[in-house]
């Protein structure tokens, strides 16, 4: 089905460019694309972020921003809020707009593609940062900078699986249904549990928005339904994770579940050194941004680069939380 | 004499913010940026602007009515969903008809509550925004569709026209032809009656639950049309689309001089509000100014305008709604006619 | 939207089908749901469980107890909650390592509560409609307090404050003791005192209650201003509670407060109502919570329960209030 996909992609891209024939924003792309090798001094990127204010994404808009002062280009921050759709109509804006490179935080994997089609035609490189998008997307992106929270799901997976010699029941806590952290960190972990065959069981999922409030409230319900029968915790991010943390403290009951967060936050590092969180995964976020960009300018440069520059997933637990800084 | 020298002043004050406000947004960004006042800025404003724009053509009548409709947000979704579902089904074409139809359905769910059960709009709509935006994410999993055929929804956002593109000449084209149904046909004067007065309306021989039923059918429509257009133009039908259209949309009609009381409005007014903020938003954004000092902006302009629409239309101070009606009714309205 | 301010015909306290409705819906729907749960779920009927339920909302629906003054009084909804809430909960964390936790919490509670004042003075005094009043407020304040912030989350130091928030007292939570404490001021400040039935009257009959000399204007922002206190107060609990803040904190609890109180019967036209409803609202969308996650249902279909049980309920009451007015 993704062969045929490609196809399609492929066939849409040479709709676009021969049938429609635009006009507008064509000779823009070009000098970009084709302009010295060496400087990039004066042109402009626009970067399509997931959000402004974030505790994770907003270091990396500061790494970004810092990457391309560096660099001496014109870098325009737009941020979609965790809208996809309106992420590809910024993605639009800003291919008619006519810029040097985009940089593209994906929300989700499919809305971006229209979007990718036009940047292509109008020769601007797309690179994204943190998420991949679809696969049909990502033929049409020249890189991807980042840790991929899809990988993190998986990272997860293999933690609780480990950690519990794949057996026993787990609980899941995932962020707000139909975001698309939460569907790569979902989406991760199913795919890597069925993969290794694990003998882990999925209690009950409860969708927590990434709130400590909510996911507080959820836990202390899961809490008093499994009770013990809870030997593991999947918390797609830590301020959920310590909102499970918190419900259990208040049970009063003495077990102690392997619980899973991401994000790398300085609260779940002392969970950690408690012994009371298993781990997280640690992504610095403000290189994360430098990185993407330097990607990003590479790529205007007319350089090579890999199809994915990898930021890594460190796997923080009793071991390394004392040698590792917090991200948040 | 003085009065009604106010009221004018008022009402050309109204007629003309939309007009200053781009204007302003024009000169703000051609001094800000090199490369603001361009055909291809001008372009992208009025594609972005189709989406939301739709949802707001589609609250129009609905606020004329006296009424608010919050699910439009869900209707879209749904829409967007139906369409990318069906393609494969039963093709591109019937596809994106059938998402329509979803909210046209959901749309005289809203009619149903409101008219025959009695819900108050804003409760019933409540009640449909949670409902539809729930049953969205339960029918996908929470996971966006991708549309099986990518291709067939691109052109909706290719150049068309110098300025336009397929999907914002539609979008101009309804504006208009609802600015024609509302100003210059006896329904659509109606429907300005029902919402000024609708007891009055009703005694005076117009079946005012009809036309607030043909409004929430109407918005659902729009919101179908939104979904659709929306899920085909980027290629996913997500379960979340419509979730954050609400706010923007509802900000559009007011900037536009729509008002929530009811009896006062248009959709050439609309289209000038949802340009007004697209143009503002891009501008800010080609700018870098984040989203929250965005959000800070559009929030005082929102409280600027409705204030000063407030202070002109108003200053016989704590008139009620009952009387303003009345007297707004037959000032911006002809006079209802009898037939319905 | 005439039809949203119409004054209500108050129901006859006689023995109508419809009195009863109103009287014993309520505590009908929570007996309904509470033997659902105590039939699908063994830990349904626990002191932990039972305690859960109670312990959901209590922070929300401090806030519903506020949107019922709101709705009584004729002015619809606060849609500004959220950003208010996250107002008070920034504000605390910010400003305690240069106050001190006792004061930097009443610095959020005031921040929170002149967020109110302001929807009060634009909603009672310059007379405009209260849902763009609270969209435009809540836009400029969520804006505001996420400039503050930036992008990060705030942490909280260790307090003595925090601490009681999180403790219980006779085996009930704190949270529940001060939702219980603020109903039982509020239920009477309604039902009894000059101020609620100066509420009742502006949302009954607005001109009827100016010409009788109720202070309309006052009335109807009092009850805005109370609103934003409350959202703050909110704020500052979760946030000492939870030991940390990001501006997202309050998201979604203008509805489910607005949620809480119209199944709780309290009429959108204005004019009656009453907290101790309100306290029912919060208590069912509370058990609805609690029983999604007992009987294994997937969480999304939240939406989908609550507002089939709002039309269920309002149209019902609506069955019957026409019922009565034609009699």
Same mark, same amino acid.
Not at chain 1, 202 to 211: E, K, R, S
Not at chain 2, 258 to 282: F, K, N, W
């Given at each position: 089905?993704?062969? $045929? %996909?490609?196809?399609?992609?492929?066939?849409?891209?040479?709709?676009?460019?021969?049938? #429609?024939?635009?006009?507008?924003?064509?000779?823009?792309?070009?000098?970009?694309?084709?302009?010295?090798?060496?400087?990039?001094?004066?042109?402009?990127?626009?970067?399509v972020?997931?959000?402004?204010?974030?505790?994770?994404?907003?270091?990396?808009?500061?790494?970004?921003?810092?990457?391309?002062?560096?660099?001496?280009?014109?870098?325009?921050?737009?941020?979609e809020?965790?809208?996809a759709q309106t992420g590809a109509e910024q993605l639009n804006?800003c291919v008619?707009?006519?810029?040097?490179?985009i940089?593209l935080w994906p929300a989700d994997e499919n809305s971006y593609l229209p979007g990718l089609l036009k940047a292509e035609?109008?020769?601007?490189?797309v690179?994204a940062?943190?998420t991949r998008a679809g696969?049909e997307s990502m033929e049409l992106i020249?890189?991807?900078?980042?840790?991929?929270?899809?990988?993190?799901?998986?990272?997860?997976?293999?933690?609780?699986?480990?950690?519990?010699?794949?057996?026993?029941?787990?609980?899941?806590?995932?962020?707000?249904?139909?975001?698309g952290?939460?569907?790569? %960190?979902?989406?991760?972990?199913?795919?890597?549990?069925?993969?290794?065959?694990?003998?882990?069981?999925?209690?009950?999922? #409860?969708?927590?928005?990434?709130?400590?409030?909510?996911?507080?409230?959820?836990? $202390?319900?899961?809490?008093?339904?499994?009770?013990?029968?809870?030997?593991?915790?999947?918390?797609?991010?830590?301020?959920?994770?310590?909102?499970?943390?918190?419900?259990?403290?208040?049970?009063?009951?003495?077990?102690?579940?392997?619980?899973?967060? !991401?994000?790398?936050?300085?609260?779940?590092?002392?969970? !950690?050194?408690?012994?009371?969180?298993?781990?997280?995964?640690?992504?610095?976020?403000?290189?994360?941004?430098?990185?993407?960009?330097?990607?990003?300018?590479?790529?205007?440069?007319?350089?090579?680069?890999?199809?994915?520059?990898?930021?890594?997933?460190?796997?923080?637990?009793?071991?390394?939380?004392?040698?590792?800084?917090?991200?948040? | 004499?003085?009065?009604?020298?106010?009221? =004018?002043?008022?009402?050309?004050?109204?007629?003309?913010?939309?007009?200053?406000?781009?204007?302003?947004?024009?000169?703000?960004?051609?001094?800000?940026?090199?490369?603001? =006042?361009?055909?291809?800025?001008?372009?992208?404003?009025?594609?972005?602007?189709?989406?939301?724009?739709?949802?707001?053509?589609?609250?129009?009548?609905?606020?004329?009515?006296?009424?608010?409709?919050?699910?439009?947000?869900?209707?879209?979704?749904?829409?967007?969903?139906?369409?990318?579902?069906?393609?494969?089904?039963?093709?591109?074409?019937?596809?994106?008809?059938?998402?329509?139809?979803?909210?046209?359905?959901?749309?005289?769910?809203?009619?149903?509550?409101?008219?025959?059960?009695?819900?108050?709009?804003?409760?019933?709509?409540?009640?449909? =925004?949670?409902?539809?935006?729930?049953?969205?994410?339960?029918?996908?999993?929470?996971?966006p =569709?991708s549309?099986?055929?990518p291709?067939?929804?691109?052109?909706?956002?290719?150049?068309?026209?110098?300025?336009?593109?397929?999907?914002?000449?539609?979008?101009?084209?309804?504006?208009?032809?609802?600015?024609?149904?509302?100003?210059?046909?006896?329904?659509?004067?109606?429907?300005?009656?029902?919402?000024?007065?609708?007891?009055?309306?009703?005694?005076?021989?117009?079946?005012?639950?009809?036309?607030?039923?043909?409004?929430?059918?109407?918005?659902?429509?729009?919101?179908?049309?939104?979904?659709?257009?929306?899920?085909?133009s980027t290629a996913a039908?997500s379960?979340?689309?419509?979730?954050?259209?609400?706010?923007?949309?509802?900000?559009?009609?007011?900037?536009?001089?729509?008002?929530?009381?009811?009896?006062?409005?248009?959709?050439?007014?609309?289209?000038?509000?949802?340009?007004?903020?697209?143009?503002?938003?891009?501008?800010?954004?080609?700018?870098?100014?984040?989203?929250?000092?965005?959000?800070?902006?559009?929030?005082?302009?929102?409280?600027?305008?409705?204030?000063?629409?407030?202070?002109?239309?108003?200053?016989?101070?704590?008139?009620?709604?009952?009387?303003?009606?009345?007297?707004?009714?037959?000032?911006?309205?002809?006079?209802?006619?009898?037939?319905? | 939207?005439?039809?949203?301010?119409?004054?209500?015909?108050?129901?006859?306290?006689?023995?109508?089908?419809?009195?009863?409705?109103?009287?014993?819906?309520?505590? &009908?729907?929570?007996?309904?749901?509470?033997?659902?749960?105590?039939?699908?779920?063994?830990?349904?009927?626990?002191?932990?469980?039972?305690?859960?339920?109670? *312990?959901? *909302?209590?922070?929300?629906?401090?806030?519903?107890?506020?949107?019922?003054?709101?709705?009584?009084?004729? +002015?619809?909804?606060?849609?500004?909650?959220?950003?208010?809430?996250?107002?008070? @909960?920034?504000?605390?964390?910010?400003?305690?390592?240069?106050?001190?936790?006792?004061?930097?919490?009443?610095?959020?509670?005031?921040?929170?509560?002149?967020?109110?004042?302001?929807?009060?003075?634009?909603?009672?005094?310059?007379?405009?409609?209260?849902?763009?009043?609270?969209?435009?407020?809540?836009?400029?304040?969520?804006?505001?307090?996420?400039?503050?912030?930036?992008?990060? &989350?705030?942490?909280?130091?260790?307090?003595?404050?925090?601490?009681?928030?999180?403790?219980?007292?006779?085996?009930?939570?704190?949270?529940?003791?001060?939702?219980?404490?603020?109903?039982?001021?509020?239920?009477?400040?309604?039902?009894?005192?000059?101020?609620?039935?100066?509420?009742?009257?502006?949302? +009954?009959?607005?001109?009827?209650?100016?010409?009788?000399?109720?202070?309309?204007?006052?009335?109807?922002?009092?009850?805005?201003?109370?609103?934003?206190?409350?959202?703050?107060?909110?704020?500052?609990?979760?946030?000492?509670?939870?030991?940390?803040?990001?501006?997202?904190?309050?998201?979604?609890?203008?509805?489910?407060?607005?949620?809480?109180?119209?199944?709780? +019967?309290?009429?959108?036209?204005?004019? *009656?109502?009453?907290?101790?409803?309100?306290?029912?609202?919060?208590?069912?969308?509370?058990?609805?919570?609690?029983?999604?996650?007992?009987? +294994?249902?997937?969480?999304?279909?939240?939406?989908?329960?609550?507002?089939?049980?709002?039309?269920? @309920?309002?149209?019902?009451?609506?069955?019957?209030?026409?019922?009565?007015?034609?009699?």
């Amino acid at each position: 089905m993704i062969a $045929r %996909r490609n196809i399609l992609v492929a066939s849409a891209a040479a709709t676009l460019l021969f049938a #429609v024939a635009g006009c507008t924003a064509a000779d823009s792309g070009t000098d970009s694309a084709s302009g010295d090798a060496g400087s990039v001094e004066g042109k402009s990127i626009c970067y399509v972020t997931l959000a402004n204010s974030h505790p994770y994404v907003t270091p990396a808009n500061e790494g970004a921003q810092a990457a391309a002062d560096a660099a001496g280009v014109e870098l325009t921050i737009v941020s979609e809020e965790f809208s996809a759709q309106t992420g590809a109509e910024q993605l639009n804006s800003c291919v008619s707009r006519g810029v040097d490179g985009i940089l593209l935080w994906p929300a989700d994997e499919n809305s971006y593609l229209p979007g990718l089609l036009k940047a292509e035609q109008a020769g601007i490189p797309v690179v994204a940062i943190d998420t991949r998008a679809g696969d049909e997307s990502m033929e049409l992106i020249q890189s991807f900078a980042g840790a991929d929270k899809y990988d993190q799901g998986k990272i997860s997976a293999q933690q609780l699986d480990g950690a519990l010699d794949s057996t026993g029941g787990i609980v899941v806590i995932a962020g707000q249904a139909g975001n698309g952290t939460e569907i790569a %960190r979902s989406g991760g972990f199913l795919d890597e549990l069925e993969s290794m065959g694990s003998g882990l069981e999925i209690l009950a999922t #409860v969708n927590a928005d990434f709130d400590q409030q909510k996911a507080l409230v959820a836990s $202390r319900d899961l809490i008093t339904k499994f009770g013990d029968q809870i030997k593991g915790v999947y918390a797609q991010d830590d301020t959920m994770a310590k909102g499970f943390l918190q419900a259990l403290e208040e049970s009063g009951l003495d077990f102690v579940p392997v619980v899973v967060g !991401i994000n790398g936050e300085a609260g779940a590092f002392d969970n !950690i050194r408690e012994g009371k969180q298993f781990s997280t995964i640690l992504q610095p976020p403000f290189r994360n941004g430098e990185l993407a960009i330097e990607t990003l300018i590479s790529v205007m440069k007319g350089e090579t680069v890999p199809e994915m520059v990898p930021l890594e997933n460190t796997i923080v637990d009793i071991d390394n939380v004392d040698d590792l800084e917090p991200a948040l | 004499m003085k009065n009604f020298d106010f009221a =004018l002043l008022g009402t050309r004050a109204v007629q003309y913010r939309l007009v200053i406000m781009l204007v302003a947004v024009a000169v703000f960004g051609g001094l800000s940026l090199d490369d603001f =006042l361009t055909v291809n800025t001008l372009q992208s404003v009025l594609d972005r602007a189709t989406v939301v724009g739709f949802l707001a053509l589609g609250l129009t009548p609905v606020l004329i009515a006296g009424q608010i409709d919050l699910s439009i947000g869900s209707m879209m979704s749904m829409a967007g969903i139906t369409t990318i579902f069906m393609q494969p089904v039963i093709g591109n074409v019937p596809a994106a008809a059938a998402g329509v139809a979803v909210g046209i359905l959901i749309g005289a769910v809203n009619a149903l509550m409101v008219v025959v059960f009695k819900i108050n709009s804003l409760v019933a709509t409540l009640a449909t =925004l949670l409902i539809f935006a729930s049953l969205a994410l339960l029918l996908t999993n929470s996971y966006p =569709l991708s549309s099986e055929d990518p291709i067939f929804g691109l052109p909706l956002t290719a150049d068309f026209l110098w300025i336009l593109t397929p999907r914002s000449a539609i979008f101009l084209t309804a504006a208009v032809l609802m600015f024609v149904w509302l100003k210059l046909t006896p329904t659509g004067r109606n429907l300005y009656a029902v919402g000024s007065d609708a007891p009055a309306a009703t005694s005076s021989g117009i079946n005012a639950n009809g036309y607030i039923a043909t409004s929430f059918i109407l918005s659902g429509f729009f919101a179908g049309l939104a979904g659709m257009m929306q899920s085909l133009s980027t290629a996913a039908g997500s379960p979340v689309a419509g979730a954050v259209m609400l706010i923007p949309a509802i900000t559009a009609v007011v900037i536009g001089g729509t008002r929530l009381e009811g009896g006062r409005g248009s959709s050439l007014a609309t289209l000038g509000g949802v340009l007004a903020l697209g143009a503002l938003t891009t501008a800010l954004e080609y700018n870098g100014v984040p989203s929250y000092t965005q959000a800070i902006y559009t929030g005082l302009l929102l409280i600027l305008l409705i204030s000063l629409d407030r202070i002109v239309s108003g200053h016989g101070g704590a008139s009620s709604r009952a009387q303003r009606s009345v007297r707004v009714a037959p000032r911006n309205t002809p006079l209802p006619r009898r037939n319905a | 939207m005439n039809q949203l301010v119409a004054p209500a015909k108050s129901l006859d306290k006689s023995k109508t089908p419809g009195a009863l409705f109103s009287t014993l819906s309520i505590p &009908i729907a929570i007996l309904v749901l509470v033997v659902i749960g105590s039939v699908a779920s063994p830990s349904f009927l626990t002191v932990n469980n039972l305690t859960n339920v109670l *312990n959901a *909302n209590s922070a929300v629906g401090l806030i519903a107890l506020g949107m019922t003054f709101v709705m009584v009084s004729g +002015g619809l909804a606060d849609l500004s909650v959220p950003a208010n809430v996250a107002m008070g @909960a920034l504000v605390t964390l910010g400003a305690q390592e240069s106050m001190g936790t006792g004061l930097a919490a009443l610095m959020g509670l005031l921040v929170a509560s002149m967020g109110g004042v302001v929807n009060g003075i634009l909603i009672g005094y310059l007379r405009i409609n209260p849902i763009i009043a609270t969209l435009g407020t809540g836009s400029v304040l969520l804006g505001l307090s996420q400039l503050l912030v930036g992008g990060g &989350i705030v942490y909280a130091q260790p307090s003595a404050l925090s601490t009681f928030v999180k403790s219980s007292i006779l085996g009930i939570p704190v949270f529940i003791w001060i939702f219980i404490f603020v109903a039982l001021i509020l239920h009477p400040l309604l039902a009894r005192t000059s101020f609620g039935r100066w509420s009742l009257a502006v949302g +009954g009959n607005y001109q009827a209650a100016q010409a009788s000399a109720v202070p309309v204007r006052f009335t109807k922002a009092a009850a805005f201003a109370m609103t934003g206190f409350l959202a703050g107060l909110c704020g500052v609990l979760l946030a000492l509670s939870n030991g940390q803040a990001r501006p997202i904190i309050g998201t979604g609890y203008e509805f489910v407060a607005i949620t809480a109180v119209v199944i709780g +019967g309290t009429s959108v036209f204005g004019g *009656n109502g009453s907290v101790l409803r309100t306290v029912g609202g919060v208590l069912i969308t509370a058990l609805i919570g609690n029983l999604i996650i007992l009987l +294994g249902f997937p969480s999304q279909a939240t939406g989908l329960i609550t507002g089939a049980i709002v039309l269920g @309920a309002v149209g019902i009451d609506a069955y019957f209030r026409r019922k009565a007015g034609r009699l």
